[in-house]
């Protein structure tokens, strides 16, 4: 079964580095989405991607960062300085369609730690 | 930003029996809710689904109603198995002003025990 997957699984990095998420999102899915969840908090929207741009951000996702999808099948979230409070799990998402009833896959995750 | 509200951090069920979670929301605009099943270092996994033009969506042992007039939802597990005990979230989507954004609730834990 497709699915999407995320890499690194764990990101250590000191505060002020800049930092790039990876994703495959599954191969025939149109939309991408990024998330987070920071610890004991719910889980948070960032940005849907389609058509090569950003469709939607939400207020989290500020000037410190930005996506990418560089080919054919990778989707990056780059946060430039990082700082503590970006200390959080982020989830890669794909959906065939965008909200109009299409489910949306998660990956795994990336643990990002900001020390 | 509390617009998906899951008011039961966790439920404890005895295997075989029902398992009901519950969800609220104060957007009426919501029209497309979700539930996703999470165990720990893995990221959510979709469940089930129902649209606003519906009331009730089943899929084997699991069934989602929706309360529009109460903004409510509820995810029943008939039976409870140990392999279900996950945190569960609720989510919903405005499919007519976003384009896909899901907003989560934070997740209730369910144990299901032998």
């Known amino acids: 079964e497709p699915e999407v997957t995320q890499t690194p699984s764990h990101q250590v990095t000191q505060m002020g580095q800049e930092v790039i998420l990876r994703c495959v999102p599954i191969?025939?899915?149109?939309?991408f989405y990024w998330y987070r969840q920071i610890l004991g908090q719910k889980v948070e929207f960032l940005v849907s991607f389609y058509n090569n741009e950003i469709s939607e951000k939400s207020e989290i996702f500020d000037d410190q960062f930005s996506v990418e999808r560089p080919d054919g099948s990778n989707f990056t979230l780059k946060i430039r300085s990082t700082k503590l409070e970006d200390s959080a799990m982020y989830f890669c998402?794909?959906?065939?369609?965008?909200?109009?009833?299409?489910?949306?896959?998660f990956g795994p995750g990336t643990r990002l730690l900001v020390l | 930003d509390q617009q998906v509200k899951q008011n039961s951090p966790s439920l404890s069920v005895q295997e075989g029996r029902i398992s009901i979670l519950n969800c609220d929301y104060t957007?009426?605009?919501?029209?497309?809710f979700l539930w996703y099943k999470k165990y720990p270092a893995e990221g959510p996994t979709f469940l089930i689904s129902?649209?606003?033009?519906?009331d009730k969506n089943e899929d084997g042992r699991f069934t989602v109603f929706l309360n529009k007039s109460a903004k409510h939802l509820s995810l029943h597990i008939v039976p409870s198995q140990p392999g279900d005990s996950a945190v569960y979230f609720c989510a919903a989507n405005d499919r007519g002003s976003t384009l896909g954004r899901l907003y989560f609730g934070r997740g209730t834990q369910l144990t299901v025990w032998p």
């Open positions: 998402a794909s959906s065939w369609d965008s909200g109009s009833g299409e489910t949306q896959y």
């Open positions: 129902i649209s606003s033009i519906k």
């Open positions: 957007n009426s605009m919501f029209d497309y």
């Open positions: 191969s025939n899915h149109l939309y």
